[in-house]
């Protein structure tokens, strides 16, 4: 959920199953222009935005306090494109790869549905997922001050 009610969505599925890796989309959907056409090609309150530079089969889409989104974690075709991490801005649609990368000791990526919280300090959680293995089970920093420190993004 965006600011003044409006959804992000970004990715989906090739062909329907997990070997078929994601999509690089990304959409915007305003119920309230839901009755006419925001652009030609996606009607009814629908908007594409920049694409993200991973394709995604189920990423995790945490909102930040600041109204960007961090795209995380989903299937993907890339090698070790799991792990790497977006940010979505609903200001201008564009989309930001980091230089950040989900630490990973054990090289089995990035679970998905990873459990992804910001804390009051900023700074961005990783808590675990779902079905993740023992090392990937235990919570951790993920991004430190995402939006506070000296990084560009």
């Known amino acids: 959920m965006l600011a003044a009610g409006r959804f992000f969505v970004a990715g989906g599925n090739v062909n329907g199953g997990p070997s078929g890796g994601g999509l690089v989309n990304t959409f915007t959907y305003n119920p309230w222009n839901s009755g006419a056409a925001v652009e030609a090609v996606?009607?009814?309150?629908w908007a594409e935005h920049d694409p993200m530079a991973i394709d995604r089969w189920y990423p995790t889409l945490t909102a930040l306090p600041d109204g960007r989104v961090l795209i995380s974690s989903g299937a993907s075709r890339v090698a070790g494109g799991h792990n790497r991490l977006e940010i979505f801005d609903p200001s201008d649609g564009s989309v930001i790869l980091l230089d950040a990368?989900?630490?990973?000791?054990?090289?089995?990526?990035?679970?998905?549905?990873?459990?992804?919280f910001v804390l009051p300090t900023g700074d961005i959680l990783y808590a675990g997922a779902e079905g993740a293995s023992a090392t990937h089970s235990k919570g951790r920093v993920l991004l430190a001050d995402y939006y506070g420190g000296d990084d560009d993004w």
């Open 42 to 45: 996606f009607p009814y309150g």
């Open 101 to 116: 990368d989900y630490p990973d000791p054990s090289n089995n990526g990035m679970p998905l549905y990873p459990f992804m």
